[in-house]
């Protein structure tokens, strides 16, 4: 049993999430997590929603809210729109608690302290419109090294570089697409090339191990070439006060905000738990595993900015220092990126109006449709195009037409033939040969899940699918009618039932939902993925300004119930009543449908 943290990336609280999103950190974080708890890890699944920053306080203008009354609409939104996506986190919180806002000042004060903070005059984005200072990801341009459009004030994701508003040509805001100004400001920097090389050391070491995606490393190789000080403060005051500096109109940027997360809603789940320090388990222990789930336009923030803000923190950079009270922090593990999801050809932009918004999905579609599009054909290692049209034939050629008739037609024929799982007589070598096969199964999909390969462990566990549709056709069940024949039909559906119950184990991890359902068909409680839920919690440190107690929802669930990832033999005389279908087909017609709505978003 090994403790390994999932450390899934932070949506920005500035809107409800699209399924852009959720494709990228959600649905494979939340398959790793199920099949590691499965396995017999101990698992820490933990994020919640980023909340501070100046777009907050542009929307929140927009909308003639606070900056707080914002985060806490869109906190909820996002809160229930990822518990309906069934994502088992332990803990989801925000950034704008008590907890956060000094687990993030103090690990500041000790990385300052060690050193690695250095106060420097720099040139900062101006609003000329507003006077907010601009996010660096809010602005952008060409990209002065490998001339692609789009570039971001942090990075250019054609190159991979890293990059700052001044490098841009023909910066623009994000915001309003004005030109931005640049004035004379102070903040604090942290020291990257005084941690380069233990940054190098330490990514060359996750290298030699052959587990991170190429473009991860690709990108963080990139970063390292010509590896400079970062800004860790802005003029904004919309955020955590920099130790030292509580007087000044200045806050910690993201940077050294949201990373920084990972630990402190560890550490509100172990006090939430009612064990203090049982999050030392996940981040002091040298045997912990520790795996973040994002898209790649963060990987860098995670391969190169946090590990570079742990190292400082550990004392481990070339200036040497001291850990503080939270000990010797570690790194990750693995720095788990996909590429980008599309939506008809075209890159998600909400401001634009091209998205296809979680809620408005999962209000028309099962849940389970849109995790198994995302994990049968998202963006794992390339960048993937959502098309209503693969999204209808995946839905029903596969889901429907593959699992869902499988599911059906045995459930059927045991409900009709017995109304009971019947016991198996003699097995034939059909039939053993088919145990046999499903049985290898757990060990090859686990595997895949494991190493990351989610696609092909689901596109192994639809062909033992197939190889059980198969099974179903050479025996044909369903013209063994005669009472002579009676003992070899009970066997056939035997076998069938306990492959059903096989490879409603190995979907668990991708289709929790439906599994608790076709575990229901089949006789049983329903209860083989445990499901998140929504709690209402009070503040742990902080109270509102009136002294009332500051509530916020969190994510959380009881996963110890999780069966284990191996074979499960069925239970002769189980129940099985008539089923009626688990997955929805849909209509043809849902393809124009969806166009029509979305054309004007498309610009079509």
């Known amino acids: 049993m090994t403790h390994i943290l999932s450390a899934v990336a932070w949506p920005y609280a500035n809107g409800p999430r699209h399924i852009g999103h959720v494709a990228g950190f959600g649905i494979p974080s939340d398959v790793f997590s199920r099949y590691m708890r499965m396995k017999g890890h101990e698992v820490l699944m933990v994020s919640g929603t980023d909340e501070h920053g100046t777009p907050i306080l542009v929307e ?131 020291d990257l090339p005084a941690l380069a090389e233990a940054l190098t050391k330490w990514l060359d070491e996750r290298e030699a191990t052959g587990t991170w995606r190429p473009n991860v490393i690709k990108f963080s190789k990139n970063f390292l070439k010509e590896i400079k000080p970062r800004a860790m403060t802005r003029d904004i005051d919309w955020g955590i006060p920099i130790p030292g500096w509580e007087d000044q109109p200045k806050r910690l940027y993201v940077w050294f905000d949201a990373v920084v997360g990972y630990l402190s809603a560890s550490i509100e789940w172990a006090r939430r738990s009612g064990d203090p320090e049982a999050w030392r388990k996940w981040w002091n222990s040298p045997e912990a595993l520790s795996y973040y789930f994002m898209g790649k336009d963060n990987i860098v923030f995670h391969s190169q900015i946090w590990p570079a803000e742990l190292l400082g923190y550990n004392g481990e950079g070339s200036r040497g220092g001291d850990p503080g009270n939270l000990g010797h922090l570690n790194l990750p593990t693995e720095v788990v990126s996909s590429e980008f999801l599309t939506m008809e050809g075209k890159k998600f932009a909400t401001s634009k109006g091209i998205v296809i918004y979680v809620r408005d999905m999962l209000e028309r579609y099962q849940v389970d449709a849109l995790r198994y599009f995302i994990s049968a054909a998202g963006p794992e290692n390339q960048d993937a195009d959502f098309t209503w049209a693969e999204f209808v034939r995946r839905t029903n050629g596969e889901l429907v037409a593959a699992w869902g008739n499988l599911v059906n037609r045995t459930a059927a024929m045991i409900s009709k033939r017995f109304g009971e799982i019947p016991p198996a007589g003699k097995l034939e070598g059909i039939d053993q040969e088919l145990l046999d096969m499903v049985a290898t199964g757990f060990d090859t999909v686990g595997g895949l899940i494991e190493a990351h390969h989610q696609k092909a462990a689901l596109g192994e566990v639809m062909r033992l699918v197939g190889e059980a549709n198969r099974y179903v056709a050479q025996t044909e069940p369903f013209k063994l009618k005669d009472e002579s024949q009676r003992n070899r039909l009970g066997t056939i559906l035997h076998v069938l039932a306990q492959v059903v119950t096989d490879l409603n184990c190995m979907m668990s991890p991708f289709l929790p939902t439906s599994c608790n359902t076709i575990d229901r068909v089949l006789g049983g409680e329903g209860n083989i993925a445990p499901m998140p839920r929504i709690e209402e919690v009070v503040d742990l440190d902080v109270s509102n300004d009136d002294g009332s107690p500051r509530t916020y929802p969190i994510i959380t669930g009881d996963y110890t119930d999780t069966p284990t990832w191996e074979r499960h033999p069925v239970t002769v005389g189980q129940k099985v009543a008539k089923p009626v279908p688990v997955f929805e087909k849909l209509d043809e017609s849902v393809v124009d449908e969806e166009i029509v709505r979305y054309a004007d978003l498309l610009g079509k």
Do not use: W
């Open 60 to 190: 929140a203008e927009k909308e003639g809210l606070t900056p707080r009354q914002l985060a806490d609409k869109n906190n909820r939104l996002i809160v229930e729109d990822l518990v309906q996506l069934g994502l088992s986190y332990d803990l989801f919180t925000r950034t704008t608690t008590g907890n956060h806002y000094q687990i993030v000042r103090a690990m500041f004060e000790v990385v300052r302290d060690n050193g690695y903070m250095l106060v420097q005059t720099t040139r900062a984005a101006i609003s000329p419109s507003t006077g907010r200072t601009l996010p660096d990801r809010y602005i952008e341009g060409t990209c002065p090294i490998c001339g692609a459009e789009g570039a971001r004030g942090d990075q250019c994701d054609a190159c991979g570089n890293q990059l700052d508003p001044t490098d841009l040509v023909k910066p623009r805001s994000k915001i309003n697409g004005e030109t931005p100004k640049f004035v004379e400001t102070e903040h604090y920097f942290l």
